[in-house]
């Protein structure tokens, strides 16, 4: 067996269906007095749920959390929470509401529950993107990883069945990409094996039924799994490729993930035997990258760059970005191939394999 070293992160996981509802005793168990309830503007009433379910505890709701942590976000919630002398702060959201959560435990120590509404697995993490007048920071730190986790399926039957799709192949991609990874490590590959099968089997169910609870704990689970990868490896070519095309373009980030992932996949195929037969296994596929492009089909999502908002234009930008600042990838990067690889993704072509 080829050695390894792995680094479990500590945390403690709730998993059901009606789990909201130990909200309480989980900000009890963590000695906080008063906890502050972080959401979207669009998810305020499940905010305002959680506060009343905090009774006494509530420090009332910020309901001002959006997309890429901007900082300006952070400071008036930063404001908010030392106003209110919260000791923790409870999340009840998708990535974006998590980010915030995670920035001002970065920035004060507070404890973070984190209640996920979402596949994208941020919750799983010690990792936090922030952006500030446009640039984008990503830092790893282990005071950003939330205390405690509660998964409530019950919390994710509405999420709407466009953005289910593809917030899930989100989470597989943090597994596709955890398996070959330059730490990989045999328990992080078995996770990511069943998260991929999990979310394979669950996805195209929730379009045909999308209130069919087995489908949804499917789901969930499989993002749970995908999100502990994220937290637990590094990431390659697809999470870089993602990060620089929705920076560069202001790409919606689980479309984008949604496009690239088969087309990262067949770039690495050759470079990364075991991963693929991985992924083959869990999809039931005869080709693991063909087998995402067709997961894609499947649930109806868009398969090309072209048609989130990407221009044409921005193929050779994006290609030359990807190029800078080398990090691992089981294949070395070649400049013509990324450019190809981006240009398939653009016009939604399938997978080079
Ligand atoms: P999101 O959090 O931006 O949510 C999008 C919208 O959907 C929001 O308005 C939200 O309120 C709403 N929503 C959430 N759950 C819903 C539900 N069940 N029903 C109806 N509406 C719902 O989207 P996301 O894909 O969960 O998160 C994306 C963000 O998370 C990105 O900024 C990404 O960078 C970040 N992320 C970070 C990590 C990490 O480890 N740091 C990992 C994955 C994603």
């Known amino acids: 067996m080829t050695p390894f070293v ?10 059901g269906a009606g789990t909201l509802a130990k909200v309480r005793a989980e900000v009890e168990r963590l000695g906080a007095r008063r906890a502050l309830v972080l959401t979207t503007p669009y998810q305020k009433a499940e905010g305002e749920r959680v506060a009343a379910l905090l009774g006494e505890l509530s420090a009332g709701v910020f309901a001002g959390a959006t997309m890429h942590t901007p900082t300006h976000v952070t400071d008036a ?44 697995g941020s919750e799983m993490t010690p990792i936090l993107g922030e952006t500030s007048e446009g640039a984008k920071t990503t830092r790893r730190d282990a005071a950003i990883l939330p205390e405690t986790v509660i998964y409530d399926v019950d919390l994710t039957l509405g999420l709407p069945v466009a953005m289910s799709g593809v917030s899930g192949i989100n989470a597989i991609a943090h ?8 730490n990989r490590n045999p328990i992080i ?14 996805l195209p169910q929730i379009v045909a039924a999308p209130t069919d609870r087995a489908a949804r704990e499917g789901a969930l689970y499989g993002a749970w799994l995908g999100g502990v990868c994220l937290g637990a490896v590094g990431m390659a ?22 496009i690239v992932l088969p087309h990262a996949v067949a770039y690495n195929t050759a470079a990364a035997p075991e991963a693929m037969a991985a992924i083959r296994r869990a999809l039931g596929t005869g080709d693991a990258a063909r087998g995402l492009y ?23 930008r994006a290609a030359e970005a990807a190029m800078k600042n080398p990090y691992f990838n ?10 190809g690889l981006i240009e398939r993704a653009w016009r939604g072509d399938p997978p080079n394999v």
């Open 77 to 120: 919630a930063l404001a908010v929470l030392r106003e209110s002398g919260a000791q923790c702060v409870v999340a009840i959201g998708g990535g974006s509401t998590t980010g915030l959560g995670k920035a001002l435990a970065l920035r004060t120590g507070v404890d973070q529950v984190v209640i996920p509404t979402t596949y994208a």
């Open 6 to 15: 792995y680094d479990g992160l500590p945390m403690r996981v709730m998993f």
């Open 237 to 258: 070519l697809h999470h870089k490729l993602c990060h620089t095309l929705g920076g560069m373009f202001d790409l919606p980030h689980a479309e984008t993930h949604t």
């Open 294 to 316: 067709d997961l894609a089909g499947k649930i109806g999502a868009k398969r090309a760059l072209r048609d989130i908002g990407m221009p044409q234009d921005g193929i050779a």
């Open 330 to 339: 089981p294949r070395p990067l070649e400049a013509a191939a990324i450019h």
């Open 189 to 202: 590959s078995m996770m990511a094996e069943e998260a991929i099968a999990a979310l394979g089997r669950a």
């Open 175 to 182: 597994a596709v990409e955890a398996l070959y990874a330059e």
